[in-house]
């Protein structure tokens, strides 16, 4: 099993940063592929980003590229999401998870977490 636990979301204005995290218990966490994925209010959960185990890979959703960035530290046991230059759109509640491939598909995570609030206003 791995617990994750979700940090850093918020209120910022459009055009500001926040960096999330995610602290990993449990199994080996530095085995796992990690991922970032967000769920706007009446809409479905996307993926926005996810890093390989030892952190050579990412891959991001297009609306993103250039804006978010995802890395780990896998002596901290935590993997982290910078959001810059943030947007309205942005505004959803962002879940970290773990999978054993760096994957866009929901259904290739094992593990999620509960799950952080950000808002961004206009």
């Known amino acids: 099993q791995v617990q994750l636990v979700e940090s850093g979301g918020g209120l910022v204005q459009a055009g500001g940063s926040l960096r999330l995290s995610c602290t990993a218990s449990g199994r080996t966490f530095s085995s796992y592929a990690m991922g970032w994925f967000r769920q706007a209010p009446g809409k479905e959960r996307e993926f926005v980003a996810a890093?390989?185990?030892?952190?050579?890979?990412?891959k991001y959703e297009d609306s993103v590229k250039g804006r978010f960035t995802i890395s780990r530290d896998n002596a901290k046991n935590t993997a982290y999401l910078q959001m810059n230059s943030l947007k309205p759109e942005d505004t959803a509640v962002y879940y970290c998870a773990a999978s054993t491939e760096v994957a866009s598909e929901e259904n290739e995570y094992n593990y999620w977490g509960q799950g952080t609030r950000v808002t961004v206003s206009s």
């Open positions: 890093i390989s185990w030892g952190g050579l890979s990412t």
